[in-house]
Every structure is written in structure tokens, then in C-alpha cells.
């Protein structure tokens, strides 16, 4: 059975990514890209939907220490056996053309005898691959190699101490001594071109780390959760595509967000929503060329009819994801159904253009360059939204009920009008300022009178609606109202009185009111509480932010990584993992809680100061 989620560790080659567990099974790994179909799927059932385990051979082994080497995602475990100790490196070397995954021992004391044991099972577990083990005239002591194949796939593993087929997986044993290095490479290609060949560990491992180090450098901030929010950043970059730009939401699908439940879906695809964020969050911290090449990934997969936008897309731009359901695959924990793709994909999401507007202006402000492609592409999808200004929608959680008026899509709408006279009246752009102007000042309206309840004093979720939704803390972040707004303070404590857990998290909404179409149930989602957090400190309530931050980057697994949920009475991650949305909201966090410590800085070594 699968374990924890926060036990996982996760590389990535920036085309696909791994997830390793602290006992050293490769448990998740789709090659060739993040949305294919995986060949390891353990997380999702067990070990013979296919997994890559090398580890110690005594059951009495344990891990003492388990790090990614500084700024990267290459990852050395150290085990202690009742023989001595081993370190365990595995990498996959970035953007290098067919993905690899690099794993070795090393002896540092004693003897360990270490076992292995692979079991290779395309299209998600599904299939056995043909295999078979050819003798390579290869460089003096780079192995054999070990061939699996089936359909248009291939793998290959190659190194000196390969594992021997065992029923329907393959088993190994061997022994490392103090000073020994055994290495092993697994290969992803295409099954009718020849298995390339096996790299150079130490070159790979030094461009892996040179590459990352180099990227991870050019990040610019400090302040007390600096090196948070660098991780958060290097996550991110962690799961988006070399040649595309497309960032994905998570690497993986279907891990529960209510164990033993249905809320499971797959996430390994480009979110408009998260592709927006993700460029401010690149912009703010020094990442330019990163900001450019998500708007470019961004331009090309909106091109087109704007009637025809999605909220999301493949990795390099792919509009066609169904939903299906794999009844062969038991769950994460038995949490069924699995699925893949995904049917949000049809919704209508009003929110979608407002974020992709309010994250163009910002490059804008940052110095960024309109061309005439990007902007007329712009003005193309303000008349896209000016088209449905009437039509109800699915709103930012992607709800399976019905159509509503969500008050944050309404705001999102308003935000992606007042883009649009920005970009008129700030930055000299062609386009209609005045009608827009019109109806941004009609949305206002709207939402004053329709999204706010008297009674709670406090927006509402939907209009008329009684209840309140965490996506409302987003108000403020696009300039609707101003963060210590009287009716935003109201809807603050409104959200605090009825969605704070009694662990002073903050759910998404209240799920047992039905309004998701969906069985009630479901854990924080860590957004929310993040959004908290940078509501808190630009109102002067920096105690309880950061006391709040605290407890959130505290969630974080010893290698900084995050899901989309966390389960505090099972003190357990839930949901896709590693989550951008939560390392996205992490880092606007951080910037407001850096804001605050600086402006408190300035002001006690002001002139006036003492």
C-alpha cells in the first residue's frame, strides 16, 4: 500500500516528474511527459501496478536522514543498516531529450547488502511489457541493459547489477562496501528507434545540480520565510515544461482529497488560473525570462476563437481531455474512483480571463512589451466576456452542480475589464476605455447590490446566497476593495465564524450544503489559509499571520514540499501532490508577511526612531 503523501519525495526532469518514497520506492512516474500514462502506479494501488524499489535489504534499516542537495531536486537518502550505511542519490537529469531516471548507491561504511526489485506496468498499471536482457558493447563497465517494450513504449535499464526476472517483475541483491558505487539509469523511448545510451553519472549529476543551482541563484528576497518560498519557487519551475511553458497543477491525479472518498481528480494538466498566478509570482521575484515564456505558453493555447477557451489545457496545449474512470486501479488507499482527465474542462469558469488580464498588466507594470498578437488577443477575450456578461457559471472550485452567480466570478469579471482601461489609460494601448469603463461600473454595481448580504455583513458566495466561500479573500488581491474595506473586514470575520476549523484552518466553502453536486466532506485546502494569511498582515493583525504562516509552512514535508489539502486531525497531507496552487499561494503569503517586516523595519530605523 501507498504511503503517507508527505513521505514523498519529487523529481523532475521538466518534462515528467517522480514521486520516491522514504522507504525508496518509485511509486509515481509517468513517462514521457507529466500527462502520460503512468509505468509506475503503486501510489495508486500496489506494487504490481509497477514500482522501483531500492533500499537496504534488512527489514531493520532505517533512513536517518533524507535532503535534496541545496537548491535542486536531486536527492540523497542516507539509510543506517545493521552492516553500515548507504546513500542513495537519485536525479533526473532536466531537459537532457529522453527522460532518465538516475539512481545510486554508495557504500559508507561497512557492508549492506541492498535489494531492488522492478516491476515495469505501462498505461497505468494495465499492461505487462515484453522484456528482455541484452549484452551492450558499450563502455568498459557500464552493464548490460534490460528492454521493456510495449506498444509505441520502450524502457531501458542499464547498469552493472541489473535485477533477474522473477515471475512478473524482476528481483536483485547485491552487496556495497565502503567506497563501492552501483548505478542504475532507467530510459524512456520510442520503441521503434534504438534504446540510447547510458549517460555519464557524474556528468549528469553535475549538470543536474549546475542547472538547478544556476536557476535557484537568480532568486531575489529574503525575509523569514525566504527559503520557503525559494522552494516554493523551484516546485514551481519543477513542474513546468521545458519546451511548452505549460505548468502543470500536480504531477499527480486522483491522490483523495477525503480519504476513502470520490473528490479525486486529476490534475497534471495547464490551469489558465495557476499559468496566471505563476507568472506574477515569477515576475515579483526576479524571473523574467520564466514570466515571458508562461505568457507565450498562455497566448498560444488562448489562440483561437475566444468562444472556444478552456480553463485548461495539456502540456503544450492539448484541448481534448476526457474524463474516464480506470476501474482496475483500487485508489490511493482505496479512495476510488482513479481518474483521468478531466471534465471540468468543458465548464465555464467566468473568473479564467480576469486572471490571465490582472496577470498582462502586471508584466506590463514590470516593463513587459505588448505585441500586436498579445494585446489584440486581450481585447479579443474582454468581448468573450462582455459576450456572457449574463451568463451564470461553475465558478474558481469547479463545481459538479449546477450554474450559479459566484460573487468571486463576478469580481474576476470586473477585474478583467479594469485591466483593459489599464492598459488604455496607463499604457497607451488601442481599444474602447469608455465602454469598458461602462461595464466595470456595472459589475461594481452589481456585486455591491447583489453580493453582499446586510444580514451577514459579508459577500456572499453566490448572489442571494447565505453562505460564504474563502475565493471572496481575493477581493482585495485584484484592488475591488481595499484590504481593511469595512465590508471586507465583515466578510473576513463572516469566513472566520463559519469556515475556520477548530484547527485554525480555513476551508473552501461548506461542502455539506450541496452546492458541488458532490457527497459533503472534505479537509482545509491550504490556498485558502495562505489567502488568510496575507489578509491578516495587510490589516495589522501580524501576530495572528504569522502565527497562521507558521502552522502552514509547518505542514510542509522535510523537503519543503506541499499538497493541495492537509488532514490536522490525521496530521496528514491530502490531495494531489506537490500542489502549485498551494506553493503559489505560499509565496504571495510571504511577499505580504515580508512587506509587513520591511514597513516595520523602516519604521523603527526611521529618523525618528528611539
Partial sequence: ??????????????????????????????FPRFDSPSVFGALLGHEDH???????????????????????????????????????????????????LLRRVTGLTGTVPVHQELIIRPQYGALTPWT????????PGSGDALLA??????????????????????????????????????????????????????????????????????????????????????????????????????????????????????????????AALTLESMLTHGYEFEALQWRNWLLRALAGDPEDVQIMYGVAGERDLPETVLSHLPGYQDAGPVRIGNAAVSQYQADVVGEVMVALERLRLA????????WALQRALLGFVEKHFDDKDFGLWEMRGSAQYFTHSRVMMWAAFDCGVRGVRDHGLQGPAEHWEELRRRLRSEIMDRGFSQELNSFTQSYGGSQTDAALLAMPQVGFLAYDDPLMLGTVAQLEKELLTGHGLLLRYRTESGVDGLE??????????????????????????????????GFCNELGLLSEEYAPEERRMAGNFP?????????????????VERLSLAVRTGPNAG
Fill in 520 to 553: 459533503p466532506g472534505e479537509h482545509p485546502f491550504l490556498a485558502c489559509s495562505f489567502w488568510l494569511v496575507e489578509q491578516y498582515a495587510r490589516t495589522n493583525r501580524k501576530e495572528e499571520a504569522k502565527a497562521l504562516m507558521d502552522t502552514l509552512v
Fill in 149 to 274: 517494450m510495449a506498444g509505441p513504449d520502450a524502457w531501458a535499464l542499464q547498469s552493472r547489477r541489473l535485477p533477474e526476472a522473477h515471475g512478473r517483475m524482476h528481483l536483485g541483491r547485491f552487496e556495497v562496501s565502503a567506497g563501492e558505487t552501483v548505478e542504475f539509469e532507467l530510459t524512456w523511448f520510442p520503441s521503434y528507434r534504438e534504446a540510447p545510451p547510458q549517460l555519464d553519472f557524474d556528468s549528469a549529476l553535475q549538470e543536474t545540480v549546475s542547472y538547478w543551482t544556476r536557476w535557484g541563484g537568480n532568486y531575489r528576497q529574503g525575509g523569514f520565510y525566504g527559503a520557503a518560498v525559494k522552494r516554493s519557487l523551484l516546485v514551481l519551475r519543477a513542474l513546468t515544461h521545458y519546451e511548452t511553458g505549460g505548468i502543470v497543477a500536480a504531477p499527480t491525479t486522483s491522490l483523495p482529497e477525503e480519504f476513502g472518498g470520490s473528490r479525486n481528480w486529476d490534475y497534471r494538466y495547464c490551469w489558465l488560473r495557476d
Fill in 132 to 139: 528482455s536482457r541484452i549484452r551492450k558493447n558499450t563502455t
Fill in 50 to 100: 509497477g514500482r522501483w524499489l531500492l533500499a537496504p535489504a534488512e527489514p531493520e534499516a532505517v533512513v536517518l536522514d533524507r535532503q535534496y542537495l541545496e537548491s535542486t531536486f536531486v536527492l540523497e537518502t542516507i539509510w543506517q543498516a545493521p552492516g553500515g550505511q548507504i546513500r542513495v542519490t537519485d536525479l533526473m537529469p532536466p531537459g537532457q531529450g529522453p527522460s532518465s
Fill in 367 to 374: 516593463g513587459g512589451k505588448e505585441d500586436a498578437f498579445s
Fill in 579 to 595: 500542489q502549485a496552487f498551494s506553493h503559489l499561494a505560499l509565496v504571495r503569503a510571504a511577499d505580504a508577511m515580508h512587506g
Fill in 1 to 30: 500500500m501507498a504511503e503517507p503523501i508527505e513521505d514523498y519525495a519529487l523529481l523532475s526532469d521538466l518534462a515528467t516528474g517522480a514521486l520516491i518514497s522514504r522507504r525508496g520506492s518509485v511509486d509515481w512516474l509517468c
